[in-house]
């Protein structure tokens, strides 16, 4: 948020945004369970003003990690790693990327509520990154 439009804020409404994004990180950091259909990896494409979501399988081993299927290597959380995606999904708004993931994919990738539940929160992150201008990073 620009410094012009901070200031226009009312102090409660300041101190409520700092107790949601307190809140939001904590939960954040909360364990759990890896969808074993696999991971996805969201990213705006400005010049196609799409949302992408590229989706990759994934095996988890018996300590709850998300394995390579190929290799039984964990994945790690950053770094270079390389991947093929098993399939990519593109949508002009959250929800045509909703409906392209979870109602026309045959099978489903996602076999986790929980997992639906944070893709549905994060592409409407995207959304709104795509149409601000802002740059949007998976949580």
């Known amino acids: 948020m620009n410094q012009t439009a901070e200031q226009e804020l009312r102090p409660e409404a300041i101190a409520l945004r700092n107790e949601y994004a307190a809140l939001d990180d904590k939960l954040s950091n909360r364990y759990i369970e890896l969808d074993p259909q696999g991971y996805f990896i969201i990213y705006v494409d400005r010049d196609a003003k799409l949302i992408c979501a590229d989706h990759f399988s994934n095996v988890i081993n018996d300590k709850g990690l ?38 026309k994919a045959q099978p489903c990738p996602i076999s986790h509520l929980d997992h639906a539940a944070y893709l549905g929160r994060e592409f409407v992150r995207a959304e709104i990154a795509l149409l601000s201008g802002q740059d949007y990073v998976q949580d």
């Open 66 to 103: 998300a394995c390579d299927p190929e290799t039984g290597e964990p994945l790690p959380c950053s770094g270079s790693l390389k991947r093929l995606p098993t399939a990519t999904f593109r949508g002009r708004t959250a929800k045509e990327l909703c409906i392209e993931i979870f109602e």
